[in-house]
């Protein structure tokens, strides 16, 4: 099954030409989520050719500007492109008072259902389904902000075709050996599960943290991420400053990724003090060396 | 004194690669004054090496999304840009409202002082200063709407140095003649203003006529504008349409134009049903033949 991460905003709270703001898309099969959606999200979108009236889900980490400011444009687009379909909104509380005030003034009725999940301090499982469940973390920030964990499900076994052929077991059964469950032959015979089928799948996870700083314990709740996007606005000579905005060093987001083992590192949230990232990419490897710089189109296959 | 129209977006509601959302920049000398401010604006101005700092007033003319969406993005640059200098917004009843409450939870108070006009459907003239006069007229849409007319004041005359020098008049009678006033010469010759005068550059004029129909009643209001900018969402076949959407076809602007004497007309606000503007442009032409269309980052000098 797909699972990938694309890149639509690299930047941080200022634009350029090189990088928008920050939001991503979480591609799991033909699920489209997005995650934050600053300024031009919806430019972005065209631009990388994402399918976005496919979004169902989309999640915002904080309301500062660069992360939910094209919400409401591209809320606007999917009501004038007749979507129908239902959309999920995890955000902040006012997230919604913002928008519903926009729509009102707009005296606009979008065509289609919107909800809004306000994130809370102290529910970390925020959704669940048969393919994948998703974890908001509050983080610290200078207003309230949340760095969201994605994990799929646990998979069934894969029938062994050979193996099962062999003993005329019905297709019936598949199901439950699917699942793990023995079978008995009609003499009696017990066959292991392990005898009929493979391991399945492993199980892959994205962690998405920004905008904070050094956080030993998320790393924990994290723990054994495969894929980890974690801001590295500033370099480490920026230590103290990155500190006081609540905002992370590149050295910081690897130290962080080594904490929770992760499988690869994606760094991103630059500062525009920076011409490009190669100084930022530098640093992070220099602690944990499977981290790559995110670029805007950028698409990651995430394996384990 | 320059005085010039850049567009920013040419687009309607849904942005697309070659058209942003409606925003225009107006500059008379170093002046810089925004007009209207869809999603995506600070990047257009960027794009095209506005300095927009510069920018001390913003007209919104309406609250549908693709004419103000890229406001709080913008404001919240001037701000991280370290600005202090003060901004006066022009806008609808609930621009302010909105506005602050994206400021309030981004728990940020802006480096510079802001002041919103709120527009109403009685007072035109809404500023004034030495250099420009500007109204708002209010135009039918489907929320409250209002359309932009610029005029430059009338300008003093220019001295004829050959002439004032051969009377020796002094300097510091320049003032009063250039201001029309005639001087008195010592043996008591009447020397007339026009002996002393060249006529001043004539007063220039832009209006801004989005989302609206058409609008006899507005024609005598802007009569005689140079620049008119009056959106052409559809071609004539969509007339009834256009009426229902309280847009305007391609024909009607130009028939518009025509009403009230327009030197020059720029279409724009183009319906993303059109490739590209051509047969937008060849309708609007046949009624009225000064007419070009508006493609982002034009910049059109404006002249009498």
Request: hydrophobic share 35%.
């Amino acid at each position: 099954m797909l699972f990938s991460l694309t890149i639509l905003g690299s930047g941080s709270a200022l634009p350029t030409a090189e990088r928008n703001h920050t939001a991503q898309v979480l591609q799991m099969d033909d699920r489209v989520i997005l995650i934050d959606c600053g300024e031009g999200t919806q430019h972005q979108l065209r631009r990388f050719g994402i399918k976005f009236q496919k979004i169902n889900h989309i999640y915002i980490s904080h309301l500062h500007g660069d992360h939910y400011l094209g919400l409401a444009g591209l809320l606007s687009t999917f009501h004038l492109q007749g979507r129908t379909r239902s959309l999920t909104i995890f955000g902040p509380k006012g997230l919604e008072e913002i928008t519903r005030l926009q729509f009102d003034y707009a005296e606009t009725k979008p065509g289609y259902p919107i909800e809004f999940v306000t994130l809370t301090d102290d529910k970390y499982p925020i959704y669940e389904d048969k393919v994948i469940s998703v974890e908001a973390h509050p983080v610290p920030h200078r207003i309230p902000c949340w760095a969201f964990y994605f994990k799929e499900k646990p998979k069934k076994r894969n029938i062994n075709k050979e193996a099962v052929d062999s003993y005329n077991i019905p297709i019936s059964a598949y199901d439950r050996i699917k699942n793990g469950g023995d079978f008995v032959l009609p003499d009696g015979t017990v066959l292991k599960n392990t005898e009929l089928t493979y391991n399945p799948p492993p199980r892959r996870s994205y962690a998405f943290v920004t905008d904070t700083g050094f956080n030993p314990v998320l790393a924990e709740k994290i723990h054994g991420v495969n894929l980890l996007y974690h801001e590295a606005t500033f370099l480490h000579d920026m230590t103290e400053s990155a500190t006081d905005k609540f905002h992370s060093t590149a050295r910081q987001a690897a130290e962080f990724a080594e904490l929770c083992e992760a499988g690869q590192l994606v760094i991103g949230h630059f500062s525009t003090r920076y011409k490009n990232a190669d100084l930022l990419l530098q640093e992070a490897r220099e602690v944990f060396p499977n981290t790559f710089a995110a670029e805007d189109g950028m698409e990651i296959l995430i394996a384990v």
